[in-house]
C-alpha cells in the first residue's frame, strides 16, 4: 500500500481493522497483566513487528487534548522497615544486610584456600608469611572487616602505612589489634567459595561470580526481607576509581555493576553484576533491567532509567508485568518508528511536542530548551500524559538574567526520581577501601561491604530519626565489630613470633657458592641488591641448597653467617 502524501505522524494507513485488538484496547491493563501470568510470557521472544505503531503528535494540552497515560497504578503498600529493630546498636544494622553467617563462610573458606595454596607452593620461601599462617575464625573475620572499613576514612597510601610506628601520621590502633602481617595475608587468602570446584572458563557451567556468589545471594535476600520500598525506584550504573577486570573466559574487558535503588533514600535493593556474558536477542539493557525489578512485578511501582535502558520493548514488557517505566530515549532504536527518527536535532522553538502510540498507549514527548540550550530531548513513558510543568531557569542571553520555561512532567520526574543511584553511589564511594589488589572478586566483596554497610544507614536513620552522619555511623559499626570480638574472651589475632631457640638451615650445614646454570638471566643479590633504595646488584652465583643468589665473597659469608642478613641502604 502506497504511503505517498501522508504527513510526519500521520500513520493512518497502519492496519488496525482487528476486533480483538479494538475490544483488548478498552480493557483495563492491569487485568491483562494477570492473564499474561498464566502464558509464562517470555521477553525472548518479544518481536518489534508484533506491535503496531501509530504514533499521534499534539504540541500542547488544548491543541491535541489530554492524553491519558498507559497504566494508572496505585500503589497500596507501606514503606519502610520490616525488621523489628527495636534496642538495636549501629552494628546490628550493618548485620541486618551483612548477615553474621557470612564471617563463619568466610573464615572456613579462607582457612581451606590457605591450605591449598600452601600445598600448592611447596617451595615457599621460609619467612614467608603464607608460611606462619594459622587458621582463622568468625570472631576474627570480623575484626578483618572492621579495619578495612576504618582504613576506608584514614586513607593511606598503601597497607603498610597503617602500622608505621614514628612520623607525624601514626596510627598505633591498627598496631594493637591485628599485626601487619596478619592482615596482609587474610586479604591475601580470602575467599568466600570452594576454590577447587570452581568450573574452568569456557566450560557449561562457568560462573563468573562463583568466587562471591554466596555472598551477593545471601545480602540480595537480606535486602528483600529488611526494607519495603517506595512507589518510585530508579536503575544506573555504580562506579569506581578502581577498573573491574573481567575474569578470563569471557568476552569483555571491564565488570560493570548495575543498581536498583531507592529514588526517595538510596536504599540499594539489588544489583546485576555484569561480566561478560552475552546478552539476549532483546540486548543487555533489556536483561539487566527485566533481572533487577523481577522482585518488583505486579507491585505498582514506577522504574526510572537512563537512555541505555529505555525502550519501547521493555516499556512494554515492564507495563505487562504491573510496572511502570520512564526514562529518555535514543531515537536511533529499532523498536521507535522511523517517522519519529526524522525529528529535527535542535528545537525551533521552545515548545512541547507530546507523541502517543494508539495502539499501545505509550507516549513520548520532546522538549525544546532554554536559549542557550535549545537541543531536543525526549522520553518515552507508560505512566504519564501530556502534562508540562512551568520552571524559571537562569539564562545569561536574558536581558532578566533568567527565562521561564515550559517542561514536560515527565522530564521533571526523571530529574526528581533518577537522583537515588547518585545519592547511593556517592555514598558508598567516598569511604571505599583502595586497595592495590588486580583481584576482581575482593573489589566485587568492597562493593558489597559498602552497600551494607550504607543499607545499614538508611534503615538506621529511618527507624531512629536521628540526625546521625554517616561518618559517625560508620565508626560505630567499626567499634561495635570489634567490641564483637572482645567478648569472646580471645587475644588478638596476632602472626606469631618466630622461635628464639630456631636455627634456620642456612647457618648450619656445608655451603658452597656455584654457577647457576638454571636461572636463565641473573638475579639480585638477596643480601645487598635493593631495589627501593636504587642499590641494584645482579649475579649468576648462588648457594644451590639454598636457591638463592649471593654475591661471592662478603655477601656469600653473612648470609651463611648472620641471622639478619640484610645489609640496611
Not at 374 to 379: E, G, H, L, P, Q
Not at 387 to 411: A, F, L, N, W
Not at 426 to 441: A, D, G, L
Request: include cysteine.
Amino acid at each position: 500500500m502506497s504511503t505517498e502524501g501522508k504527513g510526519l505522524f500521520d500513520l493512518s494507513f497502519v492496519q488496525q481493522d482487528s476486533d480483538s485488538e479494538s475490544e483488548l484496547d478498552n480493557e483495563p491493563l492491569l487485568e491483562l497483566v494477570d492473564d499474561l501470568e498464566d502464558e509464562k510470557w517470555d521477553p525472548d521472544e518479544m518481536d518489534s513487528e508484533d506491535f503496531l505503531y501509530s504514533w499521534v503528535s499534539s504540541e500542547n494540552v488544548s491543541a491535541g487534548g489530554p492524553m491519558q497515560p498507559m497504566l494508572q497504578l496505585k500503589f497500596t503498600e507501606c514503606p519502610g522497615s520490616r525488621a523489628i529493630t527495636v534496642a538495636w546498636k549501629p552494628v546490628d544494622y550493618f548485620l541486618a544486610y551483612f548477615p553474621p553467617s557470612m564471617f563463619t563462610r568466610i573464615a572456613e573458606e579462607t582457612n581451606r584456600y590457605a591450605s591449598q595454596f600452601v600445598a600448592s607452593n611447596p617451595k615457599l620461601p621460609m619467612f614467608s608469611r603464607f608460611q606462619k599462617y594459622a587458621p582463622t575464625n568468625a570472631e576474627e573475620v570480623m575484626v578483618f572487616v572492621a579495619l578495612e572499613m576504618s582504613m576506608g576514612m584514614c586513607v593511606k597510601s598503601d597497607v603498610s602505612e597503617y602500622w608505621i610506628t614514628s612520623g607525624l601520621n601514626v596510627t598505633p590502633v591498627y598496631k594493637k589489634i591485628m599485626s601487619r602481617d596478619r592482615f596482609t595475608c587474610l586479604r591475601s587468602m580470602l575467599h568466600f567459595n570452594d576454590n577447587s570446584m570452581c568450573p574452568e572458563p569456557g566450560s557449561a557451567d562457568y560462573d563468573p561470580m562463583y568466587k562471591v556468589r554466596p555472598l551477593s545471594d545471601a545480602m540480595k535476600e537480606q535486602c528483600l526481607q529488611n526494607y519495603v520500598p517506595h512507589a518510585n525506584l530508579c536503575v544506573g550504573r555504580w562506579k569506581t576509581s578502581q577498573k573491574l577486570q573481567v575474569p578470563s573466559g569471557t568476552n569483555n574487558s571491564e565488570v560493570k555493576i548495575w543498581c536498583l535503588c531507592d529514588s526517595t533514600n538510596g536504599m540499594c535493593l539489588n544489583w546485576k553484576i555484569h561480566c561478560g556474558e552475552k546478552p539476549s536477542s532483546n540486548g543487555l539493557g533489556m536483561d539487566v533491567l527485566t533481572e533487577l525489578s523481577a522482585p518488583y512485578f505486579n507491585t505498582s511501582r514506577v522504574i526510572y532509567h537512563d537512555k541505555f535502558f529505555t525502550s519501547a520493548t521493555l516499556a512494554l514488557y515492564l507495563s505487562r508485568k504491573g510496572i511502570g517505566s520512564c526514562g529518555p530515549v535514543t531515537l536511533k532504536r529499532d523498536d521507535i518508528p522511523k517517522e519519529l527518527q526524522k525529528s529535527p536535532g535542535k528545537a525551533e522553538s521552545r515548545s512541547v511536542l507530546f507523541h502517543k502510540d494508539e495502539p499501545t498507549g505509550l507516549v513520548m514527548s520532546c522538549s525544546g530548551g532554554s536559549l542557550s540550550d535549545r537541543r531536543r530531548v525526549n522520553f518515552l513513558s507508560t505512566v504519564h500524559g501530556n502534562e508540562v510543568v512551568h520552571k524559571r531557569v537562569t539564562c545569561k542571553k536574558s536581558p532578566k538574567g533568567y527565562q521561564d520555561i515550559q517542561k514536560p512532567k515527565i522530564e521533571a520526574d526523571v530529574n526528581q526520581f533518577m537522583v537515588g543511584v547518585n545519592i547511593m553511589r556517592t555514598f558508598t564511594t567516598k569511604y571505599f577501601y583502595k586497595s592495590k589488589s588486580r583481584k576482581t572478586y575482593l573489589i566485587i566483596y568492597d562493593f558489597l561491604k559498602e552497600v551494607a554497610m550504607y543499607n545499614g544507614y538508611i534503615l538506621h536513620k529511618e527507624t531512629t530519626k536521628k540526625a546521625k552522619s554517616y561518618r559517625s555511623f560508620r565508626d560505630d559499626v567499626v567499634q561495635g565489630l570489634i567490641e564483637m570480638y572482645r567478648n569472646t574472651d580471645q587475644p588478638f589475632p596476632r602472626v606469631h613470633s618466630y622461635d628464639s631457640t630456631f636455627v634456620p638451615e642456612r647457618l648450619s650445614g656445608r655451603h658452597f657458592v656455584e654457577q647457576m646454570h638454571e636461572w636463565k638471566t641473573p638475579r639480585d643479590c638477596v643480601v645487598c641488591s635493593d631495589r627501593k633504595g636504587r642499590q641494584r646488584h645482579q649475579t649468576s652465583l648462588g648457594c644451590p641448597d639454598c636457591g638463592v643468589a649471593l654475591c661471592v665473597g662478603k655477601c656469600f659469608k653473612r648470609y651463611h653467617t648472620c641471622f639478619d642478613y640484610k645489609l640496611q641502604s
